[in-house]
């Protein structure tokens, strides 16, 4: 079979020529170069709205379980990170959702938590809470009936579909709380939710009951009478939305269009472990950026940066931490798909295909299309000082 192009026909504007570049390509290629294109051609209707179900039911049992954290709600785990009844409650409800929603399909997740610590002697009253804060927000949904699950019903749910996820075949990803640390002081966090397909990140969710409405560029800051929570969702090739919490419809969102660098406000972790702050002021010199930065936990970053609050996000984890794929898919795409570029510190695309870990160089960072040139100028100019000081 000789072919030089296929033309496809779809209402997807990225899939209108696959080249193939040699004269001699026979039919198991021409089957191959569909493929690879096919998760641009899948429409993910069904997967979608289940996770923005998923992610708003867990958002609520976190907001109310944040109005009044108890001392006893918060645990901690091997690594000493901490983990509260939210993190556990909302992966329990998102499975639990995902799987009712999409009975029909292999259900694979690769999430942060599990049941191991809540099955240890002496964890009975934290499982109970959690199976108490679980069924009170079903009850309250509504969806399910009059639906009660036992303890063991939640921790089989907590597990459900355990996966190291990989470049075959279909893994949602799920980080129950991004930002515990957060959450717990009653900051920013978010419950990030995305599903990859052959290894690529094609829809993503991420609900920030605490993320104001209203711009949060460069005067961040606590304000009790700020309205806030917003629902961020993406799909591959359709474009990132926010919906606020307040029931208001679904806007279209787009990063910044600024091209001068000065002008920009950069975003980082709240926590220094978590990101070297003194090489991100490093190149924000560089940059000549004149605001502070804000400083705000969570993927509520990449989140308020899709809808153009600051320009830049900057993650310089200290030498020898792997990041998780469950602490950026979400984000990603609803950077990428607002019009915004993700790399790691030398300008590579993250690579999400790889298991639970990114495999990545130094850093992330994240912009629009314009500053990312000159970004990754002042991130290399700040590695290699830092390297010879
Ligand atoms: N030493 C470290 N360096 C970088 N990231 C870390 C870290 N320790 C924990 N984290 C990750 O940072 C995430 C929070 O990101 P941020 O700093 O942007 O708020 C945490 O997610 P969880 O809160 O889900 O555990 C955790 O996975
Ligand atoms: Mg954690
Ligand atoms: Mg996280
Ligand atoms: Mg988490």
Redesign the pocket.
């Known amino acids: 079979m000789n072919i030089n192009c296929l033309r496809i026909v779809t209402p997807y504007p990225q899939v209108k020529l696959i080249s193939l570049k040699s004269r001699t390509h026979n039919f198991s290629s021409l089957v191959l170069s569909l493929k690879l294109s096919s998760s641009v051609v899948m429409s993910y209707d069904k997967e979608f709205t289940a996770a923005k179900k998923a992610a708003s039911i867990a958002a609520r049992l976190c907001q109310k379980v944040q109005k009044a954290l108890l001392q006893s709600d918060v645990q901690s785990k091997l690594d000493r990170?901490p983990v509260t009844v939210a993190d556990y409650g909302s992966q329990a409800l998102v499975n639990f959702v995902l799987e009712r929603e999409l009975p029909s399909e292999p259900f694979s997740i690769v999430a942060?938590e599990d049941s191991k610590d809540l099955r240890k002697d002496g964890a009975q009253d934290t499982l109970q809470r959690i199976t108490d804060l679980v069924n009170d927000t079903l009850s309250i949904d509504g969806s399910y009936g009059s639906i009660t699950l036992s303890t063991e019903d939640v921790l089989k749910a907590i597990d459900s579909g355990k996966s190291e996820g990989g470049s075959h075949g279909r893994h949602w990803v799920l980080?129950p709380?991004?930002?515990?640390?957060?959450f717990v002081r009653g900051d920013q966090?978010a419950i990030a939710l995305a599903l990859l397909d052959e290894g690529k990140v094609v829809l993503g969710v991420l609900a920030c009951p605490n993320l104001p409405l209203a711009s949060i560029s460069s005067d961040y800051q606590h304000s009790a009478d700020r309205e806030v929570g917003c629902l961020f969702f993406a799909k591959i090739g359709a474009g990132t939305y926010m919906q606020p919490h307040n029931g208001s419809s679904p806007v279209k969102v787009q990063v910044t269009a600024i091209e001068n660098s000065e002008e920009a406000s950069f975003f980082e972790?709240?926590?220094k472990?978590?990101?070297m702050h003194n090489i991100t002021s490093s190149i924000a010199k560089k940059l000549g950026v004149k605001a502070p930065p804000v400083r705000i936990?969570?993927?509520a970053?990449y989140g308020a940066l899709s809808r153009g609050d600051g320009a830049i996000y900057l993650?310089f984890?200290?030498k020898g931490?792997r990041?998780?794929i469950?602490?950026h898919a979400a984000g990603c795409i609803v950077v990428t798909e607002a019009g915004g570029v993700v790399s790691d510190a030398s300008g590579n695309p993250l690579d999400f295909s790889k298991g639970k870990y990114l495999d990545l160089d130094i850093g992330i960072i994240v912009t629009n299309q314009k500053l990312m040139p000159a970004l990754l100028k002042a991130v290399k100019e700040s590695l290699e000082e830092k390297a010879s000081s």
Not at 177 to 182: Q, S
């Open positions: 990170s942060e980080d709380i991004d930002g515990t640390k957060g966090y972790s709240y926590e472990a978590h990101s936990d969570s993927q970053k993650r984890p200290h931490y990041e998780k469950w602490d």
